[in-house]
């Protein structure tokens, strides 16, 4: 089994910064892509960034220039460093990988159970 655990949310003011950490652990042979989602409340789900060993980061228009995410592949953890936060930001934070399971041979979409982060003065 595959589970991906987030953390690093909080309460931050306008203007701040946070560090949202995702560490996947289990029976994982490869990830292709490591991400983040979020969802503020009464809304869908919507992209945040996504980013591959490989590939260049994609990011939301929303958050370009703002947000920087990072993945290291030897502790299989992704990282969403968060700068110049708005309460337009304050929802939960999803972290979202496609691994491919040891003994497995097709690739699995797996969730984390979310972070909550809320900007606020």
């Known amino acids: 089994q595959v589970q991906l655990v987030e953390s690093g949310g909080g309460l931050v003011q306008p203007g701040g910064s946070l560090r949202l950490s995702c560490a996947a652990s289990g029976s994982i042979f490869n990830i292709n892509f490591m991400g983040w989602y979020r969802q503020a409340p009464g809304k869908q789900r919507d992209f945040v960034a996504s980013t591959s060993s490989t590939g260049s980061p994609i990011y939301a228009d929303s958050v370009k220039g703002r947000f920087a995410i990072s993945i290291d592949n030897l502790k299989n953890t992704t990282f969403l460093q968060m700068h110049s936060l708005i309460p337009e930001d304050t929802a939960v934070y999803y972290c979202?990988?496609?691994?491919?399971?040891?003994?497995?041979?097709?690739?699995?979409?797996?969730w984390g159970q979310g972070t909550q982060v809320t900007v606020s003065s």
């Open positions: 979202n990988a496609l691994v491919l399971p040891e003994g497995r041979t097709s690739w699995g979409e797996f």
